[in-house]
């Protein structure tokens, strides 16, 4: 909390990162980043925002469901916009009282992320026309589960491997619904 409150009237920072030998990147910084705990990725903002277009409230109100996490994170695309949808009271109740409210928020699986998330769909549905809103919410669309699995098995045409993750369905189509690789029969 203390690096967030030095940083907090700065317009923007940058995190200087290193390089492991896999080719992952990670922040020298280790309190306040991207990859750390649940409130130092709620406290983050973009320095940059972005209009959320024609799709982004729909991936916003998705990103909001896989923090609730449980069994909610496994669903559909569809069905995880409708449990948002389903709950939009206590969503703008946690961005509008968070603390003196229901605070619906806590319950989730990463509270401080959805707090954020809460306020942004707010904002945006406040804002008359979610597309042109302008978001500076970090969100995370795709979960990468089994990448290598998937990317390996698509450049040899081996097609059962990807059915088993979120790459494809049974059918050989491309599919947006998450597949556990471990988890399969």
């Not at 669903?75 to 409210?101: C, Q, W």
Request: hydrophobic share 35%.
């Amino acid at each position: 909390m203390q690096v967030a409150r030095k940083l907090r009237d700065e317009e923007e920072f940058y995190y200087p990162h290193n390089v492991d030998f896999r080719g992952r990147a990670y922040p020298m910084h280790p309190h306040l980043n991207h990859l750390g705990s649940d409130m130092c990725r709620g406290l983050l903002e973009f320095a940059k925002g972005r209009p959320l277009g024609s799709t982004g409230l729909y991936w916003l109100k998705i990103h909001l469901a896989n923090l609730c996490g449980g069994p909610v994170g496994k669903m559909s695309f569809e069905r995880r916009v409708a449990y948002t949808d389903n709950h939009m009271d206590k969503i703008f109740d946690s961005a509008e009282r968070p603390l003196s409210g229901l605070r619906w928020w806590l319950l989730a699986e990463d509270p401080f992320q959805c707090l954020a998330a809460c306020m942004d769909i707010r904002d945006a549905i406040l804002s008359g026309d979610p597309s042109t809103y302008v978001s500076y919410l970090p969100v995370h669309q795709v979960k990468s589960s089994c990448h290598l699995f998937a990317c390996c098995s698509i450049l040899q045409c081996f097609f059962f491997i990807p059915s088993c993750t979120f790459v494809m369905s049974n059918s050989g189509s491309v599919s947006l619904r998450e597949v556990d690789f471990y988890e399969r029969e």
